[in-house]
């Protein structure tokens, strides 16, 4: 006869505390566990490197300059029909100039006394943006702007200009204004006598008169080079040496639209792969990323280079050659913190709520990551009941 086992009460209220324990346990990690949803964002993944910029750009020069008198301002477009400066040879004298303004003066003077009494609209409103021209440059040169001062200076000029012809043509034929513009014409022709032709470009391009005499880098010389020979380049800048031990001086430079190239040294094991496709993040340049293709690296260890084409023209880098740069890949899916995705039997999941409002694991694959934030796949759509999607629940870590 089977022996019976008498099961004592406190076996019973030892079992429900342990289901108790049990329950507390799975609601604190369920229920009181913070949350966050999934949103459709991207990181980008990279490594940060030291880049050297190079253009195809070019010098011109002169051979025979006094002084110069800008026509064009930094930055701006420009064409094989721009005039961009004009030259004073060697020769040319200040008092000539000085006499010139003398003579100019006299006659605005002489010019602005007729116009007294006139009802004039259109040279009031000139007079205006005149006056409003001159406050504005001489804020510019107060802020130290340079490139702000010459596109000011040009627009004044362009003004006074406007209103020198109104008044030649209003004022011409009177006698004593007739004396003075013969005046001005016999002194401008001793001006004139040492003044070029004005300089255009020999190509179309971007306009700048910044130098750092390594202008004679190009995306095609950089590929030949070694990082020894790069970093002396850098340090020497044997272009505008070589201008200036030459007598020539440099007028300003022409950067030509096509390829540019960052050449990055490499500090990282990050890798890249050939002919694709990377963001390039520029410091200190706010929000400023540019797309460069990697197209091939030279050198071993810290001493390789890796070079990277961007076909298009970069205004805010126009006089920038030493620049500091993250370079990744933007990856772009469901967005998820790192500490979301948790490892359970060898496999990364997320916990994700389910219909009945439980959280269950969910096997996901982690495309990218960063130190904050995961881009994941679900990679089994079976084993959990969950189909995770932009706004699903998971939990995520304290």
């Avoid at 980008?44 to 110069?68: F, L």
């Avoid at 003004?159 to 020198?164: A, D």
């Avoid at 004679?216 to 200036?244: C, E, F, H, N, W």
Wanted: with cysteine.
């Amino acid at each position: 006869m089977p022996r019976r086992i008498n099961v004592k009460p406190r076996f019973f209220v030892l079992l429900a505390f342990i289901v108790a324990v049990v329950i507390t346990v799975v609601l604190l990690l369920t229920r009181s566990a913070p949350t966050t949803t999934i949103i459709y964002d991207g990181i980008t993944v990279g490594s940060e490197h030291n880049c050297v910029v190079v253009r195809n750009e070019g010098i011109t020069i002169s051979d025979n300059v006094a002084q110069v008198q800008y026509l064009a301002v930094d930055g701006q477009k420009v064409t094989t029909e721009t005039s961009v400066l004009r030259v004073y040879q060697l020769g040319y004298s200040q008092l000539h100039v000085d006499s010139l303004y003398e003579i100019q003066g006299l006659l605005l003077k002489d010019q602005l006394s007729l116009m007294q009494g006139r009802q004039d609209a259109y040279f009031t409103k000139l007079q205006e943006q005149i006056d409003t021209a001159r406050y504005e440059l001489g804020n510019a040169v107060l802020q130290g702007n340079s490139n702000d001062v010459l596109w000011r200076e040009v627009k004044y000029r362009e003004l006074l200009q406007e209103r020198r012809d109104y008044l030649d043509s209003l004022f011409g034929n009177d006698p004593a204004i007739a004396q003075r513009l013969q005046q001005e014409r016999d002194t401008l022709a001793l001006v004139t006598e040492f003044i070029d032709d004005d300089v255009r470009p020999s190509y179309d391009g971007t306009l700048s008169f910044y130098f750092d005499g390594n202008e004679q880098l190009s995306p095609t010389m950089v590929r030949g080079m070694s990082y020894t020979d790069l970093q002396a380049a850098l340090k020497v800048p044997g272009g505008l040496t070589a201008i200036q031990q030459s007598g020539s001086t440099p007028l300003f430079r022409v950067v030509r639209d096509g390829v540019w190239s960052f050449v990055a040294i490499a500090n990282s094991s990050h890798e890249f792969v050939v002919n694709q496709m990377y963001d390039i993040h520029i410091e200190g340049y706010a929000d400023l990323v540019v797309l460069g293709k990697f197209t091939g690296e030279a050198g071993e260890g810290k001493e390789k280079l890796l070079f990277f084409d961007v076909d298009q023209h970069i205004d805010r880098l126009l006089n920038a050659r030493q620049v500091t740069a993250s370079i990744g890949r933007f990856v772009e899916g469901m967005k998820v913190p790192a500490s979301a995705v948790k490892r359970r039997r060898g496999n990364d999941v997320v916990y994700a709520k389910n219909a009945e409002g439980k959280f269950v694991p969910v096997p996901v694959a982690v495309i990218e990551r960063d130190n904050k934030w995961c881009i994941i796949e679900q990679i089994d759509l079976s084993s959990s009941g969950v189909i995770l999607e932009i706004n699903s629940t998971v939990i995520r870590a304290k």
